[in-house]
Nanobody, 124 residues
């Protein structure tokens, strides 16, 4: 059974940084994508970033482009999302998800495997 476990969320002041981690297990395919999504209260879940395992292609939503970097450590089966210059509007629960067939930008229905989420709170 595929499992995804997020960590690294927390509370920071505007302008601060956080690094989110997503540890994946039981992904038997060599070609998959790990996406980061976020959901703020009262809002729809949205795709933030994505990285493919085979060629390292990446995607960033306009809202985080230039402030975030996604990377992977294949030996540890872990994907990271480094977020800098955080803004109050980045406050949300952040989820990582895995897909065997994805598009750019990522769509929720393409991701059958999800983590439990980690809270990110940015205060002004």
């Amino acid at each position: 059974e595929v499992q995804l476990v997020e960590s690294g969320g927390g509370s920071v002041q505007a302008g601060g940084s956080l690094r989110l981690s997503c540890a994946a297990s039981a992904l038997t395919s060599d070609d998959y994508a790990i996406g980061w999504f976020r959901q703020a209260p009262g809002r729809q879940r949205e795709g933030v970033s994505l990285i493919s395992s085979s060629d390292g292609d990446t995607y960033y939503a306009d809202s985080v482009k230039g402030r975030s970097t996604i990377s992977s450590d294949n030996a540890k089966n872990t994907v990271y999302l480094q977020m800098n210059s955080l803004k109050p509007e980045d406050t949300a629960v952040y989820y990582c998800a895995a897909s065997l067939g994805w598009s750019f930008p990522p769509r929720l229905y393409e991701f059958p495997y999800w983590g439990q989420g980690t809270q990110v709170t940015v205060s002004s």
